[in-house]
């Protein structure tokens, strides 16, 4: 257990140092999991005490929105000053994002249909 948990910080911590050094314009925990993601790629998916692990995490997920429902909170007058910025940015990120899911999953539907001739 101790082990996997200390993987998944020390791809945190790659990422987060990476991001520094090279000042890359994304947080480093998602640089950090990127690179955790093509490393269990490389590997063939993750070791079973690593999936126990990130499953205990998952199971406990909704926990990590209380950070940003407090943050929300605490800038309530800066949302509110901003509201219209935020609604654009939300519902335009929403778009971009199913555009490109229904693109992605078409283009793999034509790649990995059976092939007729």
């Known amino acids: 257990m101790i082990p996997s948990l200390f993987t998944l910080l020390a791809f945190q911590l790659v990422g987060e140092i990476t991001v520094r050094a090279l000042?890359?314009?994304?947080p480093g925990p998602v640089l950090g999991m990127v690179l955790l993601a093509v490393a269990?790629?490389?590997?063939?998916g993750p070791p079973e005490p690593l999936g126990r692990i990130a499953r205990g995490?998952?199971?406990?997920l909704s926990l990590l929105f209380i950070p940003a429902g407090v943050?929300?909170?605490?800038?309530?007058?800066?949302?509110?000053?901003?509201?219209?910025?935020?609604?654009?940015?939300?519902?335009?990120?929403?778009?971009v994002t199913l555009v490109v899911s229904a693109a992605t999953?078409?283009?793999l539907m034509r790649r990995l249909a059976p092939q007729e001739e």
């Open 57 to 60: 995490l998952l199971d406990h």
């Open 23 to 26: 000042r890359l314009p994304l």
């Open 105 to 107: 999953l078409s283009w």
């Open 71 to 95: 943050g929300i909170i605490a800038h309530l007058s800066r949302v509110a000053d901003e509201w219209l910025a935020i609604t654009v940015t939300i519902l335009a990120s929403t778009a």
């Open 40 to 44: 269990l790629g490389l590997r063939g």
